[in-house]
């Protein structure tokens, strides 16, 4: 499993968020300073799963960030699963493993008892990429004495209707036939960002949004949503959806002429944009926002102050709306 869409929440320390340059031995006792006898050393990463490519991703700048600080970092694998997070969640606050948490919440609101439960005996909890709590339209905690580093599920719907909009206006076509392959409808989480994707969308003149289906985050998931899509309507000429999903809609609709936005950030996915294969993607530098979330914990862990509301589209800034000319330096951190 999210950008300068919009104008987004200043932070005080945007410099901070994007120091992946910064020697982890130049700076004792804060973020990136080497742990010593008594420090926070133990992290607990509650991603998504172990085979998705995001989450693994971003548990390799945790893990490579914790053992530069000399710190350890164990992934705990609840394979999509919100239940077995939120009991994964409860055991390591029982048995107190670790000084730090991050967690990637497959379900926001399911985990919040845990995470308060985790605050209250002191453990530092820093809140990855999905909002903890019920609200979907905010970068803030919404769990007290959590610190966030997320991207606002509305903000990137909003991003991937404006791309698609730009990939009608470059299409000239009127009315501009939009296909959205929205995640998965049982996660509040994809409903919020389809909610503002959609009213992006519609409130764009000359642009119809033709066909909606569940695209997932798999190739095969796009692939049957694309098929069922271009049975009924033939003639879209955008469409949006996860990386995954994307990659399975191309391999259906070969041939055709189609532009695609994608929600990843994977080398093949910026690839395909540098290519021209794909219109754009909605980018993040996954593993480096995992290391940026292994800093804040260890950092406050260890009696340092960090800001509370972090925003994952300001460590690479000008290159979420990644459109070719975006990503024209950008490689990519991790693989499909």
Known sequence: MVAPRTALPALALVALLAAGCVNPAERPGGATGPA??????????????????FSAATFAGVEEHARAGGATAEFLDPNFDAQAQVQQLQDAVTAKRFDVFVVQANDGAAVVPAIRSAVRAGITVVVQFTPVGTRYDTAEPQVDGTITLVDVPTLNGEGLGRLAIQACRSRKASPCEVAYLE????LPLDNARTRAALGVLEAAPG???????EGGYTQ??????MQDILQKDP?????IGSSQAVLGAEAVARGKDILYVANG????????VREGRWFAAYYLPVKTLG??????????????????????????????????????????????
């Open 235 to 239: 003639g879209i000429d955008v469409v």
């Open 36 to 53: 010593t006898s008594g420090t926070a050393n133990r992290i607990g990463f509650f991603g998504f799963a172990k085979a998705n490519s």
């Open 207 to 213: 642009v119809r949004v033709k066909a909606r289906a």
């Open 291 to 336: 290391a940026k979330a292994a800093e804040l914990g260890l950092a406050k862990a260890r009696g340092g102050s960090v800001p509370a509301t972090n925003v994952m589209t300001d460590v690479a800034p000008g290159t979420a709306m990644g459109t070719k000319d975006a990503l024209a330096q950008v490689r990519g951190e991790y693989d499909e």
């Open 265 to 272: 950030a994977s080398r093949q996915t910026v690839e395909a």
């Open 183 to 186: 995640g998965l409808k049982a």
């Open 220 to 225: 095969e998931s796009g692939r049957r949503a």
